[in-house]
C-alpha cells in the first residue's frame, strides 16, 4: 500500500510525532516486509508492504486509533494498492471506504 496525506499547515510535528508511533505500532505485525515515511512539505508519503492481503487487514486493525488521530491534522490525497490479483481482490471490500486505486502485479521480481 501506498498512501499519501496533506497535512494541516502547522502540524508538521504532530505529523512527524504520530508517524514515529505509526512505526512502532507496525514493528509488532508479523506479516509487514518494510514500512516507513517520507516527506515534501505538507505532503507525507507512507511505503508498506505485506506478505499479503490478510497483512495489510491485521495492519489496519492494529493501527486503527492512530489513523483515526492522523485523520484529524491530515487528509488522505491517495491510496494505492499494488499486488497479486487474488490479494487485490480479497481487499476491494474492507478497503472500499478509503477509495483505493488497485494495481495488479503483471510481471516482477523481489530479492530477500
Not at 508492504?49 to 490478510?54: I, S
Not at 483515526?68 to 497479486?84: F, N, P, Q, S, Y
Request: some cysteine; hydrophobic content about 40%.
Amino acid at each position: 500500500m501506498f498512501p499519501t496525506s496533506k497535512f494541516t499547515k502547522g502540524k508538521l510535528n504532530e505529523a512527524r510525532a504520530l508517524c514515529d508511533k505509526f512505526v512502532e505500532k507496525t514493528r509488532e505485525e508479523a506479516k509487514v516486509m518494510f514500512y516507513g515515511f517520507t516527506f515534501d512539505a505538507d505532503h507525507m508519503h507512507c511505503r508498506e508492504g505485506y506478505q499479503d492481503a490478510d497483512g495489510v487487514l491485521a495492519r489496519l486493525e492494529n493501527v486503527g486509533e492512530l489513523f483515526k488521530e492522523a485523520l484529524k491534522i491530515a487528509d488522505l490525497t491517495r491510496l494505492e494498492v499494488h499486488g497479486r490479483a487474488r490479494e487485490v481482490e480479497n481487499l476491494r471490500g474492507p478497503l472500499a471506504e478509503l477509495k483505493p486505486q488497485f494495481f495488479t502485479l503483471r510481471d516482477g521480481f523481489r530479492r530477500s
